[in-house]
């Protein structure tokens, strides 16, 4: 057993990566055989990822406010807190904050043999207002 008493820094989701304000706290990255990643993730209204996927899919548990998620080619979806969002592996898709609220989830992936998590590709363009 191990218990992490200091967790990384707050770090703010880059640009690249993000439009509007989010800030990323890591939870949980065990050492190797764990391939498990856990995240508390926060967004400002109406800031969300770009596309993105995962090579083994992605739970989102939303712990407070109201935000949106959509998968490649589906409907833009409400999430509120209490929702778990299971997005299946390699699936295209982005989610964050509705326009006038806050949101915060948990996210948690599994990595890759590699190491990688997350591939990511271009910025939202129709971005609900």
């Keep these: 057993m191990h218990i992490t008493r200091r967790r990384p820094d707050t770090r703010q989701g880059p640009a690249e990566n ?11 990255a065990p050492p190797a055989p764990s391939r498990l990643r856990l ?7 109406g800031a969300h990822t770009a596309w993105h996927r995962h090579p083994h899919g992605q739970v989102l548990h939303v712990l407070e406010g109201e935000g949106l998620v959509q998968r490649r080619g589906g409907a833009v979806e409400a999430i509120r807190a209490g929702d778990t969002v299971w997005i299946e592996p390699d699936e295209w898709h982005w989610h964050g904050a509705a ?4 949101m915060t989830h948990l996210a948690v992936v599994e990595a890759a043999e590699d190491g990688t998590t997350t591939e990511w590709h271009a910025h939202v363009d129709d971005y609900p207002a």
């Excluded at 993000?18 to 949980?28: H, K, R």
């Excluded at 995240?39 to 209204?45: D, L």
């Design 18 to 28: 993000f439009t509007g304000t989010v800030w990323l706290d890591e939870l949980a």
């Design 39 to 45: 995240f508390n993730v926060h967004f400002a209204p």
């Design 99 to 102: 326009p006038r609220t806050f």
